[in-house]
């Protein structure tokens, strides 16, 4: 309950606190300056993304030019050679026409000379006012033309008269006033007519019959740069105009409009290329500015994508960029016989775009992971997953359901919106991030598990987790979901994928100019089964290292494992008749590892593997800590503490007995017995340190392996040969009597099962089974 000041300084209107005002007192400047740092972060991630998509985009551009300029410099120097030799050809007729002239006048007499002269004038002056006549005459039509916007019939009559006009093709800059006149005249006539095919381009409702008939006249005026750059302006304006009406439906269909945006600007650039071959030709100049107008199109395009699609974090958005991907590409693929290899750019300008919306549905996908344990309603167990334990009793209020089912199901989702596209070139970071949240689930499950943890001493990850598996049943049926998630459902639900890649591999449907980008992007399925791998790893040493604590540091007692059980010299407990036995604690490790084994017979029903890789890693596990605790063996290097000969040999015979479990079990021991074998050797020292004699004080190493084999021999016998008990109490059975131990788990089985529970494979089985997680890699 709230306290009276606080009811003062939140006033309530009917028992409500606003949430404003308690986020205002109780939110810290420090957690409002991360989230601010957080978004910032975030905002410039995405604009040095966007940077490095256009300086790519203008590097390409920028080679462009330069490989323009070259061609336009050997064009240069084509025409100025091409002028010399006009040159020289014009000089060597003006030579040759001075010398006929010549020769001409000395040929005639003197006295003819004026009488012709005058003949000539005469002629030249009424030839002078004919061709006069004929100029008004044609300028006349002309204008007549042009003010009826008859631009065909014009283009035809200047293009007929600057062909057979002399004036007009002459270069001789000491042309007469009159010549001078008429040219200007011509080409201001000329310029009318190129504004009026301008004109007509540029009209709204100009369809393609004329544009192409203005575009071929601007081209026979020797205006083909202009020509062009109207052709691609007046299909951009109508791309846009098509854009424009579409945009109002993107929210209708959120999931497929670039799909369509996608066709509407391929098809505009597939029928631009298609006009500009067939009006100007192969012209590599013209033919580049194709190609630049279509980038600058497709950066467009994307940028429309983005502005109208749904919110990153949703599946919708998933799957509209995966339709973006499958149809824009696609569309590249098209276009590639016409010239126009796009491909390449679409997935730079795409990709960060891409990249942003998994980044955004994975991190949606984590906080639901994260949910399945902080939801008091989920419970992370079915029937589906592991087998009904006959111990655990069914209630309907059970603590837990199916997490790994719901896993798998996030997992699906995410999959299903993927296209063949998406998958070729972003399959490899999608597994990536499927084996993250994989791992983020199995932290979840780790939380679930009882124990110490390196989290656990956060108060607010403990508030976060409202259930725990607390009995063994419970606790093998969480390692059990776990394992049947990363070993058999993630595989399957991540299957498409690889299917897909491999398609694509085998198919050659990807370009040579892209197969380096989807090579990149194709994780080996190996490498990712190692991903998953690891992450059960965790879970199951986290489960293997509680469990074997709990065992040590629960229990007192003779039956505690410390190194005082090795100073206490010879005990009566320790032998059964005249055979020895192995100390209490490993003969209470024996029936624990015993008990476990019959409940994960029963929970983990046909997952054999998984149990010998669970018993095996026990195993390892207690003796790597009786290894590495440095508080157990500094008790034999303190010289107050009395060492005899016989604690020497019990510690040897417990190590023999503990890698006798191993190969009683079936499963892998070679961890085990060097690890073992590290252990003796390292006693063998400490004792000798002391002054005792290992030759002397230790019998043969046949002694130990018969004796190690006899004890577990003789406590299978008694185990399966007395009766169950009711209790929850842990029994070790020692000569013939039935020593309590207050541990509260279940009880052991007692039954002749239990031995072949214990020892799920024959006793002869000697080689290791296949790991899917071996733990000596």
């Known amino acids: 309950m709230e306290s009276s000041e606080e009811e003062d300084d939140f006033p309530t209107h009917e028992w409500i606190t606003p949430q404003s005002k308690v986020d205002a007192v109780y939110q810290s400047n420090t957690e409002k300056g991360i989230r601010k740092l957080c978004c910032e972060l975030l905002d410039l991630k995405d604009a040095v993304e966007n940077l490095c998509g256009n300086m790519h985009s203008k590097y390409l551009a920028f080679l462009r030019i330069s490989e323009e300029v070259v061609e336009m410099e050997h064009e240069l120097i084509e025409l100025q050679k091409h002028i010399s030799a006009q040159g020289i050809l014009v000089q060597d007729l003006m030579s040759g026409v001075c010398r006929e002239l010549e020769e001409w006048n000395h040929a005639n007499a003197d006295s003819d000379a ?4 005058s003949q000539i004038c005469e002629t030249q002056d009424s030839l002078l006012a004919e061709t006069e006549d004929k100029k008004l005459i044609f300028f006349e039509n002309i204008d007549v033309l042009l003010a009826e916007h008859k631009v065909e019939e014009a283009l035809e009559a200047l293009d007929a008269e600057e062909k057979s006009s002399s004036e007009l093709n002459s270069s001789d800059d000491t042309s007469s006033t009159e010549k001078f006149s008429y040219k200007s005249a011509f080409l201001k006539r000329k310029a009318m007519l190129e504004n009026q095919l301008v004109e007509n381009t540029e009209q709204p409702s100009v369809g393609n019959v004329e544009l192409k008939k203005a575009l071929s006249g601007l081209l026979k005026l020797g205006k083909g740069p202009l020509a062009h750059q109207l052709l691609l302006k007046a299909y951009g304006s109508r791309l846009r105009k098509s854009i424009e009406a579409f945009l109002p439906s993107c929210s209708i269909y959120p999931q497929t409009y670039p799909s369509t945006l996608s066709k509407l600007v391929f098809s505009t650039i597939s029928l631009v ?15 580049n500015r194709v190609v630049q107008w279509a980038e600058c199109e497709l950066e467009s395009f994307v940028r429309l994508v983005k502005e109208n699609a749904p919110s990153s974090e949703t599946v919708c958005a998933l799957r509209a960029a995966s339709i973006c991907i499958q149809a824009s590409l696609s569309h590249c693929l098209m276009l590639e016989p016409q010239g126009l290899n796009l491909s390449k750019l679409l997935l730079v300008l795409l990709r960060p775009y ?10 949606r996908a984590r906080k639901m992971v994260l949910d399945l344990a902080a939801d008091d309603s989920t419970l992370p167990f079915s029937p589906r997953f592991v087998a009904p334990s006959s111990s655990i009793e069914a209630t309907s209020d059970s603590l837990f359901t199916d997490s790994g089912s719901r896993f798998i199901i996030i997992v699906e989702d995410i999959v299903e919106q993927l296209t063949p596209e998406t998958i070729s070139h972003f399959g490899g970071s999608i597994l990536t991030r499927i084996s993250q949240l994989f791992d983020k689930y199995v932290e979840s499950l780790i939380k679930s598990l ?14 976060a987790i409202h259930f725990k598996a607390e009995t063994d049943a419970q606790q093998l049926a969480l390692l059990g979901t776990a394992y049947t998630v990363a070993d058999e459902r993630l595989p399957m639900a991540a299957s498409r994928i690889w ?29 990712w089964r190692r991903l998953l791998q690891h992450s059960w790893d965790k879970l199951r040493d986290h489960f293997c290292r509680q469990y074997v604590l709990s065992f040590i540091y629960s229990r007192e007692g003779k039956t505690r494992l410390d190194a005082q059980t090795y100073l206490d010299g010879k005990g009566e407990d320790l032998f059964w008749g005249s055979d020895p036995l192995p100390s209490l604690p490993f003969q209470a490790l024996f029936s624990k590892l015993q008990q476990l084994a ?9 997952k054999e593997k998984i149990q010998k890789i669970l018993l095996a890693r026990l195993t390892e596990t207690v003796v790597m800590w009786l290894s590495e605790e440095q508080e157990f063996w500094d008790v034999f290097e303190d010289d107050s503490a009395p060492l005899q000969p016989l604690g020497l040999q019990q510690l040897i015979l417990d190590m023999h007995f503990i890698v006798e479990i191993a190969v009683c079990g079936g499963y892998p021991s070679r961890h085990v017995h060097q690890i073992a074998s590290s252990i003796i050797a390292r006693a063998i020292r400490t004792f000798s340190g002391r002054g005792i004699d290992p030759q002397s004080a230790l019998p043969e190493d ?39 131990d207050s541990d509260d788990t279940a009880s052991c089985a007692s039954n002749a099962e239990s031995s072949d529970s214990f020892a799920s494979a024959n006793m002869g089985e000697s080689e290791s089974p296949m790991y899917f997680t071996d733990p000596e890699t």
């Open 273 to 287: 290329t298609k006009e500009s071959g067939l009006i100007f030709g192969d012209n590599p100049l013209y033919t």
């Open 450 to 463: 009882p124990g110490p943890s390196e989290d656990e001493n956060l108060t607010e990850q403990k508030d």
């Open 499 to 527: 299917n897909t890649q491999n398609e694509s591999k085998e198919q050659g449907s990807v370009s040579t100019e892209n197969a380096g980008s989807v090579a990149s992007n194709i994780i080996e399925f190996k490498e």
């Open 354 to 363: 891409i990249e942003e919306v998994l980044e955004m549905n994975f991190r």
């Open 598 to 606: 019959t409940v994960a017979g029963d929970v983990l029903l046909g």
């Open 114 to 117: 004026a009488e012709q002269n």
């Open 702 to 740: 046949e002694w130990f392996f018969d004796t190690a084999k006899a004890a577990i021999n003789k406590l299978l016998f008694v185990t399966s040969g007395s009766e169950a008990s009711e209790t929850d109490e842990e029994h070790i059975v020692i000569h013939d009597e039935v020593i309590s």
